[in-house]
């Protein structure tokens, strides 16, 4: 009521960014109360990619704690202590053998010594190149002295001048020739120890590993 006493109000349509004085002030204001709001509340500033790139990193942080806190998957731990979206990123270009190749490694469920003699009693479970320890996929990649030439080898390779990921390394070395050596001789004596009773898929190979297999696009 006091308003109306002092003063007349008249509302009319102007033309926008046409050099009228109260309609140019009143853009400023507003300009300077939407900076107001972003500064004040950086949620309601977030553009639509910002938002997606957090639900990725929340998403994966709550895949890193899942991971930590499970008790199986030793080893496929002591090889991928933290996972996260780069390392499937990789295994999304993979073959399926080099998949399986990866697979095995990550979880020691292969043709390793150390796994077989768990399925076949007479198998000897000492490694073959060192006869110093249980062969198993994590003695090989890391302490067995007979590999630390190749280790060595592969850990200074680059690829267009960039250093290997680690699961690209790790592939490498499982596909050495004298890995592969080693695993067709393990092969050997899996099928001379039982002839009658093979050893079935989830025997030799199988276990869990952080990186589920990625769907595979259709060419």
Not at 186 to 204: A, G, K, M, R, V
């Amino acid at each position: 009521m006091s308003i109306k006493l002092i003063c007349q109000i008249e509302l009319a349509w102007v033309r926008g960014h046409s050099g009228v004085t109260g309609n140019e002030v009143a853009d400023g204001m507003a300009e300077k109360t939407t900076i107001a709001v972003k500064l004040s509340s950086p949620a309601l500033a977030w553009t639509e990619r910002e938002i997606k790139k957090e639900k990725k990193r929340i998403a994966e942080h709550k895949w890193q704690q899942w991971w930590k806190t499970i008790p199986q998957c030793g080893i496929a731990k002591a090889f991928f202590a933290v996972p996260t979206t780069q390392h499937r990123k990789f295994i999304k270009w993979l073959s399926t053998k080099e998949l399986t190749t990866l697979t095995q490694a990550a979880t020691d469920h292969g043709l390793f010594a150390g796994h077989l003699s768990r399925w076949r009693e007479s198998l000897p479970s000492t490694c073959k190149l060192c006869r110093e320890a249980e062969e198993t996929s994590l003695h090989l990649w890391g302490e067995c002295p007979a590999l630390e030439l190749e280790r060595t080898q592969l850990s200074s390779l680059r690829i267009g001048g960039r250093t290997k990921t680690p699961h690209r390394l790790l592939l490498d070395f499982f596909e050495h020739e004298k890995i592969r050596g080693l695993m067709n001789v393990n092969s050997e004596w899996l099928d001379e120890s039982d002839p009658d009773d093979p050893p079935t898929q989830s025997e030799i190979g199988g276990g869990r590993t952080p990186f589920p297999p990625p769907k595979r696009r259709r060419l």
